[in-house]
């Protein structure tokens, strides 16, 4: 495990062998790594963590006289000193903080989050004895990590140029659901491109539910219910406009875009409720530009995750399944602890931090159950064919391809594409990424294919 230490971390681990036996305990402690922490508090290439400590009032000589005052000796431990349980989940939570921020190696800053992650711990307590803020220092701790978290110089190669201009041009994130709704929609202003002419685009309700309908033609063709994405918050019929008349234009099949209601106002099961009205309306022959006995369903990030749900539910039902599902970059599992939300959680535009915000406006009282994590689905038989799209660049791109895998294993008939080089958001802004133009295209050839 220490190979993935630098220097510094593992000169923390040797001063908590040290300080253990020293004080005559037979076991190395989150209390150790504390003074571990301490000893290099002051050295000129300190990476905050030491700052941070002396900040909060915590010394080497205090903490020190204060284990003496609190733990006896035990008997002498000859040659190698083991370590608690709890001092293992102290390089567990070190490793986990440099996960999330895509950071190696490991460093004396995650070892003090790893620490302040075990508020029961030995450790916490005697800095509490100290005087320590502990709130304050974890939030201090966590600032250190999270200003350390910088794009990788081998990961910004792999970019796609485009994918480099477009995330150096991003405003900071915004703080509210406003805020947040506004900068999707100034994103879309700015990066979809120009709306082409159709010869029939108009605003309809179906099922009770506002929706958009787009037409290549007058007469009845099949239909696609369109379900955008946005994280269950952001995101509306216009955010994908552009998106939806390409399609439309590209595959001669009829684009429905679906104007959901949105959470965290209206949390699960809302939106999915609106899509499957909207659905069953279509079925019913409510709207004449759409033949109700072919259709489609696409979404793309949480879009997608209710497209994928709602392709089973209309299985479940019985009814005459949807002839393809379209997911782009799907949300299907809660988890969030793949290897890609790892590696990429902070510096390719969509973040864990924000997935963890959209999850809880969602608000679904079991995050894993099938309608919300869909690929938590025991029984995906049956499921109409899938034309699955990842980025490579992307948090949810292992969990997109491992509900495609579950699928084929299934023996639905998939068709899975990683665009490579491409981060999450491409599909809705086809006037800046390339990416977003050849999926247009790729899907409606699919769509074309059905007939």
């Known amino acids: ?105 490991i460093d004396r800053r995650h070892l003090l989050v ?33 200003n350390a978290a910088r794009p990788r110089p081998p990961l910004n190669r792999r970019l796609h140029p485009q994918a480099r201009r477009y995330l150096a041009a991003q405003p900071d994130p915004a703080a509210d659901v406003e805020g947040l709704r506004r900068l999707t ?36 063709r099949p239909g696609v219910v369109q379900i955008h994405g946005g994280g269950w918050v952001t995101g509306d019929m216009d955010s994908q406009d552009v998106t939806c008349r390409r399609l439309a234009a590209q595959s001669g099949w009829a684009v429905v875009a679906v104007d959901f209601r949105r959470s965290p106002e209206h949390p699960y099961p809302a939106a999915l409720d609106d899509v499957m009205s909207v659905t069953e309306a279509l079925r019913s022959g409510a709207e004449d530009a ?19 749900v709602a392709a089973r539910r209309v299985r479940d039902a019985g009814g005459p399944p949807y002839e393809l599902q379209v997911l782009i970059y799907p949300v299907t599992d809660a988890a969030m602890d793949t290897r890609s939300y790892r590696k990429f959680a902070a510096d390719c535009g969509l973040t864990a931090a924000a997935m963890r915000f959209y999850w809880s406006a969602y608000a679904p009282p079991d995050p894993f159950d099938p309608d919300v994590s869909p690929l938590r689905t025991l029984d995906l038989a049956g499921l109409p064919p899938a ?18 895998a579950a699928l084929a294993e299934a023996g639905v008939p998939v068709a899975a594409h990683r665009c490579i080089g491409a981060i999450h958001g491409f599909w809705r802004l086809p006037g800046f990424f390339d990416a977003g133009r050849s999926a247009i295209s790729d899907v409606a050839g699919a769509l074309r294919g059905l007939g």
């Open 114 to 146: 790893g620490v302040l992650g075990l508020r029961d711990g030995t450790g916490v307590r005697l800095l509490a004895d100290l005087g320590v803020d502990i709130d304050a220092l974890a939030a201090a701790a966590g600032r250190l990590v999270a």
């Open 185 to 220: 929609s100034e994103t879309s202003r700015r990066y979809a491109g120009q709306p082409i002419d159709l010869p029939l685009v108009r605003d309809t309700e179906l099922g009770g539910v506002s929706c958009r309908l787009y037409s290549s033609g007058l007469s009845q």
């Open 290 to 308: 759409v033949d109700p006995a072919r259709l489609a369903v696409l979404g793309d990030s949480a879009g997608g995750n209710m497209a994928a």
């Open 1 to 105: 495990m220490f190979e993935r230490f630098t220097d510094q971390a593992r000169r923390v681990v040797v001063f908590a062998q040290e300080e253990c036996r020293l004080l005559e305990h037979d076991h190395i402690g989150t209390e150790h790594l504390v003074l571990g922490l301490l000893h290099d508090a002051d050295r000129e290439d300190d990476d905050g963590s030491g700052q941070a400590l002396a900040a909060a009032g915590a010394t080497l000589t205090a903490a020190r006289r204060r284990l003496q005052e609190t733990s006896a000796a035990g008997p002498r431990v000859a040659g190698h000193i083991p370590f608690s349980r709890r001092a293992r989940k102290v390089y567990e939570g070190a490793l986990r903080a440099a996960g999330i921020w895509g950071q190696q190696p």
């Open 387 to 404: 034309y699955v799209i990842t980025a490579e660049f992307d948090p949810l791109r292992d969990e997109g391809e491992g509900y495609a």
